[in-house]
């Protein structure tokens, strides 16, 4: 028995979802989004909540199908409403980050400037070396900021790269630290 599967999401105010089939949208305040669900996993909508079921709860495939599509369901009614974000830090000297219109320009110590274009539903704040990305899908969200990550992940001997905020980086000891010892 799945135990995230199993609870109801909670619909909140100004929140509408159809179920037509596998296909799900919901609309809220903040704009729509839609899922193609498995087959295998039904949706019903009973006045303010939306249980996920299954038809047989012995099938491994079934378990797991039940739990990951409540989730996803749950990520779109509270991006709906309050959306996702995610935070970058840029760590370094000279390294630097702004936003304009639908790109956003980094400096990342490179002989050239970095320039990524931002998909539609995806917002962009920059405040010195802060990065703040956000949007109402929470995966295209987190791929936005694992992409923007990856240009320069940060190196474990001086720390320098980009990381997301809170991220602690181990440190490792260069080569006079070793040889001193």
Do not use: C
Request: charged share 25%.
């Amino acid at each position: 028995m799945s135990r995230i599967g199993k609870q109801p999401i909670v619909i909140p105010n100004g929140v509408t979802v159809t179920v037509d089939g596998s296909q799900v949208m919901v609309k809220g305040p903040k704009g729509s989004l839609s899922l193609s669900t498995h087959p295998l996993v039904h949706l019903v909508v009973e006045g303010s909540e939306i249980s996920v079921t299954i038809a047989d709860s012995e099938d491994r495939q079934q378990r797991s199908l039940w739990g990951l599509t409540r989730t996803l369901v749950n990520n779109m009614v509270l991006g709906v409403t309050t959306g996702f974000s995610k935070k970058l830090e840029l760590v370094g000297v000279g390294y630097k980050v702004a936003v304009a219109g639908r790109k956003v320009n980094m400096s990342l110590g490179f002989s050239h400037p970095v320039e990524i274009d931002l998909p539609e539903g995806i917002t962009a704040e920059a405040e010195k070396t802060t990065l703040t990305l956000s949007g109402m899908d929470k995966q295209m969200v987190g791929e936005i900021a694992a992409q923007i990550r990856r240009l320069r992940k940060p190196e474990p001997y001086k720390g320098k790269g980009i990381r997301y905020a809170g991220e602690v980086v181990r440190r490792k000891a260069g080569k006079a630290a070793k040889a001193s010892t």
